[in-house]
């Protein structure tokens, strides 16, 4: 097991970052004493070597799980136990609490909390785990519903992307029979929750509104929208409790092999290239331990770079399979890990970038992904009130923290683990996109005129 600290040193300067947010300078101290490994890897002096960090049974938890079974934790004098958690709720107040050190987390929660929807608290990610990787299943009953509806190949089988609209005879069907449409998804704040809404209005079905009183999102909706925890979607769907769902891998592909459901979209087709989870830490944890927080990172940039070797994926499943980690069959993982996607049973279709943990500078905390969050919370009525479009950039760089990502990725490139090129030149934002399922433009320097542009949801004006 290497050492923490060896006695003979060399030091680097400390890289101070000074960066303006809003009218607030920061200064924040990135990384000092650095002790040489060997001639390839340089190890930070870490203030906390053991760790306690937690996540939801989902594909997309990988970056963790590989980080500790290939090393990747040791190798930066990281001691990493990694326990999975009941609910959303529960890893963000661990989180919180301090019971977690960090979390495996949906992109929205740390943004809500600093928006001020939920609980409130300073939480920062310096990293993303993923793009994609959601799909939005529905029970047979209701495909059979929505089957002719939607438009077919020469071969007979559907167009994909397939859209809402294909649901909406089936929506006011139940609804003139007197019963209410029900689906789910995981968490308020989740790219699910988004992500389905965004689905459905891109028809002109209402998914309902939050309030300050009304929490719960179902004001005017026309499909009420329920929590429920990823693994425990395909049981409820089996129940008929609700009809469909959006959830996170291997609980769609779980639905198929179970003959009880089939995935009729992908978040990919939704929005492509979409960010998914992120990695949090609270704000105080990362001051205190600025070295610690670094090493982290950097370990899980390496797992992400390693998951996204197509060599490497059939080796993941087998580790996301484990029991301590995901926990589902081999044979499920497979379907959506290894490139492709099946939708009605024996419908499988080549999709090599479902999950993607690496490629398009996928681990970088882009303050425009972060942005697009703070705009559907918006949109939907979580954030109450219009906000200036300044607003939106300000408190993204409260939690987006690029700057410890681009610090972990340059020690990376000085030991030869990524080459330089994998580090975007960027100002933290995408350029502007109209790879939505609605084909809608969104640029994350224009917030307000992008929740604008929805025919469905608030409406805001400029706010001075």
């Known amino acids: 097991m290497k050492s923490l600290i060896k006695k003979s040193t060399w030091i680097l300067p400390i890289a101070v970052l000074l960066f303006s947010c809003g009218n607030k300078e920061k200064k924040q101290t990135i990384a000092?004493?650095?002790?040489?490994?060997?001639?390839?890897?340089?190890?930070?002096?870490?203030?906390k070597p053991q760790l306690t960090f937690g996540f939801i049974k989902l594909t997309d938890m990988?970056?963790?799980?590989?980080?500790?079974e290939k090393g990747f934790f040791e190798d930066e004098g990281l001691f990493v136990s990694v326990e999975a958690q009941s609910n959303w709720k529960n890893v963000l107040d661990r989180v919180i609490d301090g019971q977690l050190d960090g979390s495996h987390m949906l992109a929205g929660q740390p943004?809500?909390?600093?928006?001020?929807?939920?609980?409130?608290?300073?939480?920062?990610?310096?990293?993303?785990?993923?793009?994609n990787g959601n799909g939005i299943t529905v029970s047979n009953d209701v495909w059979s519903k929505m089957k002719p509806n939607v438009p077919k190949d020469a071969d007979g089988k559907p167009v994909h992307p397939i859209k809402a609209d294909a649901l909406k005879p089936v929506i006011d069907e139940y609804k003139n029979s007197g019963?209410?449409?029900?689906?789910?998804m995981v968490f308020p704040v989740s790219t699910h929750n988004y992500e389905i809404r965004y689905w459905l209005a891109a028809a002109g079905i209402h998914p309902g509104m939050y309030t300050e009183d009304n929490v719960q999102g179902?004001?005017?909706?026309?499909?009420?929208?329920?929590?429920?925890?990823?693994?425990?979607?395909?049981?409820?769907?089996?129940?008929?409790?609700?009809?469909g769902y959006c959830v996170g891998e291997p609980w769609n592909q779980q639905a198929v092999f179970k003959g009880i459901g089939v995935p009729v979209t992908t978040n990919y087709d939704i929005w492509k290239n979409n960010p998914e989870k992120v990695f949090v830490m609270t704000k105080?944890?990362?001051?205190e331990n600025p070295n610690t927080a670094i090493a982290v990172t950097k370990a899980l940039i390496r797992a992400g770079?390693?998951?996204?070797?197509?060599?490497?994926?059939?080796?993941?499943?087998?580790?996301?399979?484990?029991?301590?980690?995901?926990?589902a069959p081999e044979a499920v993982l497979a379907n959506s890990m290894t490139g492709t996607f099946e939708f009605e049973k024996g419908d499988k279709r080549e999709m090599p970038d479902f999950n993607v943990f690496y490629k398009y500078n996928a681990t970088y905390p882009f303050y425009s992904d972060g942005i697009w969050f703070l705009t559907q919370m918006r949109r939907w009525g979580q954030i109450p009130e219009s906000k200036p479009a300044e607003w939106y950039a300000e408190t993204i760089?409260?939690?987006?923290?690029?700057?410890?990502?681009?610090?972990?990725?340059?020690?990376?490139?000085?030991?030869?683990?990524?080459?330089?090129t994998d580090i975007p030149n960027t100002d933290g934002f995408k350029p502007a996109t109209a790879d939505f399922i609605d084909g809608t433009t969104y640029d994350a320097k224009d917030p307000i005129a992008y929740i604008n542009s929805f025919e469905i949801g608030n409406k805001d004006k400029a706010v001075q």
């Open 32 to 47: 000092e004493n650095v002790t040489p490994e060997s001639s390839k890897t340089k190890t930070l002096n870490i203030e």
């Open 62 to 68: 990988a970056p963790l799980a590989i980080a500790k």
């Open 111 to 131: 943004i809500a909390a600093g928006a001020g929807f939920g609980r409130q608290a300073d939480l920062v990610t310096p990293f993303s785990m993923d793009l």
């Open 179 to 184: 019963k209410a449409f029900k689906m789910g």
């Open 218 to 243: 179902q004001i005017d909706a026309e499909v009420l929208l329920s929590v429920t925890p990823p693994p425990q979607m395909p049981a409820t769907l089996e129940a008929g409790t609700i009809y």
């Open 284 to 287: 105080k944890f990362v001051e």
């Open 305 to 327: 770079k390693w998951l996204d070797d197509p060599a490497n994926r059939k080796e993941a499943v087998k580790i996301l399979a484990m029991s301590q980690y995901v926990g």
């Open 397 to 420: 760089k409260d939690i987006y923290r690029p700057d410890i990502w681009k610090r972990a990725a340059e020690f990376l490139v000085e030991e030869g683990k990524i080459p330089a």
